[in-house]
């Protein structure tokens, strides 16, 4: 009997316990894992396999089968590709169990043969949620399994031949040739490796479910997501009703793509217009400090509202905080608004958020948060029918951004009448019934807005 230390973070194997790992550098993340009896040797027992090159190989066109669920299949490409492996990940109550669900519904009731196998739940507590969603099992290629261990899985899998597999959750699976408790990172590594290699062989696609960590990461080692095909995250305020689906890693299709849901009564309802989701009241009212911008998640446009609040601080250091938008980013354009457009706001606490708990990560909404600041600064509103796109350098002229077509496009739809742009993305836009506005700089966005 052996003992080794794999670190819960990369998979770096030390034969002692220390309190830095060598390989990724991070803090006391080596656990002890105890190994008994002799250790298989995979490579050994296989055939030799054959070298050929680039010009022998012959293309396999195997074309995703469509979910049902259209965002779904916008996250993974165009639907669920064979012989693949995905991992969902997201926190405890998001969803995940009741997405994989729907979906076992929607490929099951195409006449395609899907194998559930619970490892947190009965069999009971599967049917009472089937039920709670109105799904009729009546005429459903749809089976349930409630198995641990991955030995009786591969051969529950052979019995059933199914063309798709739902395991949730990867961390209750364990192979009994190993020592470790189920869960452990020896456990979470050697179960997802032979997943994977069942896959492949068998042409079989299959969704695993991830627990997360504390930080919102993936449970167990990083080596997990470079072992799967695909990395979805389903995210979301508890508070909030709706869900984001993002691809982190996506070897059939982008990772830009994000599919947004709703979690109703009856399950997640798929959102046909997220961007009048997001944007909430903002044509009922006309308040100082709120602006309009029309980011891109992939290829959707989506309008988020952005909001701002600049109040004299009470302390000393002025206060930054931002919800939805990145902080480095804030902290850059209020640095550059005092520099470059003499607005002083070293005496004010700056509080920014994206309304709706939407995350917005793209510099196109440099210029919105800019103006959102200076107009809760000077307390005067901006026109509520007038979006902005635009990136902020540090010399303060304005960049143009990538996509202004469909974001203003996306706009007019919605019933938006002016957009504020970077001057060079005029030529790119030929909306008609919008008023464009092109700057060079931020000194002239703030005069053309206020």
């Known amino acids: 009997m052996k003992s080794r230390f794999f670190c819960q973070e990369c998979g770096h194997q030390s034969f002692r316990w220390l309190g830095r790992c060598p390989g990724c550098g991070a803090w006391n993340t080596l656990v002890e894992e105890v190994e008994h009896g002799p250790a298989r040797n995979v490579r050994n027992q ?50 995940k169990s009741t997405l994989l669900l729907q979906v076992a519904e929607k490929v099951s009731g195409a006449g395609r043969r899907v194998l559930y196998a619970s ?104 080596l997990l997501e470079h072992i799967v095909d695909t990395v979805l995250y389903l995210e979301g305020e508890r508070h909030q009703s709706f869900r984001l689906l993002r691809a982190y890693k996506n070897r059939f299709g982008s990772t830009n ?17 997220p961007s009048a989701l997001f944007l909430g009241q903002h044509f009922s ?21 952005i909001q701002a609040l600049v109040a004299q601080t009470a302390f000393g250091t002025p206060r930054r905080m931002t919800a939805g938008v990145d902080y480095n980013r804030v902290i850059l354009i209020t640095a550059v608004l005092e520099k470059r457009s003499g607005c002083c706001l070293g005496n004010f606490d700056a509080y920014v958020n994206a309304a709706g708990g939407v995350r917005v990560v793209e510099p196109a909404a440099d210029l919105g948060i800019a103006l959102a600041l200076v107009s809760s600064l000077r307390d005067v509103p901006i026109d509520p029918a007038l979006v902005v796109a635009g990136e902020i350098g540090l010399t303060g002229e304005i960049r143009p951004v990538a996509g202004a077509g469909k974001r203003v496009k996306e706009a007019a739809q919605l019933g938006f009448l002016r957009c504020l742009l970077p001057a060079a993305n005029l030529t790119q836009v030929h909306e008609p019934g919008m008023e464009m506005i092109g700057v060079h700089t931020l000194q002239e966005a703030l005069a053309k807005v206020f």
């Open 119 to 222: 490892g947190e739940e009965s069999l009971q507590q599967i049917k009472s949620r089937a039920s709670r969603l109105k799904i009729d099992s009546s005429a459903l290629e749809l089976y349930l399994v409630f198995e641990t261990e991955i030995g009786r899985l591969e051969q529950s899998i052979a019995e059933c031949a199914p063309f798709m597999v739902i395991i949730d959750s990867i961390q209750t699976v364990f192979d009994s040739a190993l020592g470790s408790a189920p869960g452990s990172v020896a456990q979470v590594r050697e179960c997802t490796a032979q997943l994977m290699r069942l896959a492949k062989a068998k042409g079989v696609s299959i969704f695993i479910v991830g627990h997360v960590t504390k930080e919102g990461l993936v449970a167990g080692p990083r």
């Open 285 to 305: 009212s006309s308040l100082p400090g709120s602006v309009v911008v029309p980011t891109l998640e992939g290829t959707r446009p989506l309008l988020v509202e």
């Open 257 to 273: 793509e994000v599919g947004v849901f709703e979690m109703t009564e009856s399950g997640l309802v798929e959102i046909k217009n």
């Open 46 to 95: 296989a055939a030799p396999v054959k070298v050929q090159s680039l010009s022998e190989i012959m293309m396999q066109e195997a074309s995703s089968l469509p979910t049902g669920i259209a965002e779904l299949d916008r996250v993974l490409g165009g639907g669920v590709a064979p012989a693949s492996l995905v991992l969902l990940s997201g926190d405890p109550g998001i969803g």
